[in-house]
């Protein structure tokens, strides 16, 4: 967990508000969630936590020509096991049936009344 301060600019004068420990891969994958075009303009996330043969993905998102977006967050450093683990998951997304990957994001779309 890191260490994050905060600030607020009130009537032209910063004031730190609090210093704060952000489990920021979590919080990340929420933000995403929520607007993700954090990562690209267009994508509609259309799952998250999905459990796959390399592994459980963080989020899978879909962009308006129909391509899916595989996205894996990891705190720190990006090292070479984080790349074959997101090469893994989109094998996986591109190996499996559609009607079990429509399983897989169905609970996720349901769940948003997507």
Not at 3 to 22: A, C, P
Request: proline share 3%; hydrophobic share 40%; net charge negative.
């Amino acid at each position: 967990m890191n260490k994050t301060g905060l600030w607020q600019i009130t009537n032209g004068k910063l004031r730190r508000i609090q210093e704060s420990n952000l489990d920021f891969e979590k919080h990340l994958e929420d933000w995403i969630e929520e607007d993700p075009s954090l990562i690209r303009a267009g994508l509609t996330i259309v799952g998250r936590q999905i459990n796959l043969e390399g592994g459980r993905l963080d989020l899978l998102a879909i962009d308006p020509q129909g391509c899916w977006t595989v996205i894996e967050i990891k705190k720190g450093a990006l090292h070479r096991e984080t790349i074959a683990q997101v090469l893994d998951y989109a094998s996986c997304i591109a190996t499996i049936s559609a009607d079990e990957l429509k399983g897989k994001i169905e609970p996720y779309l349901n769940q948003k009344n997507m």
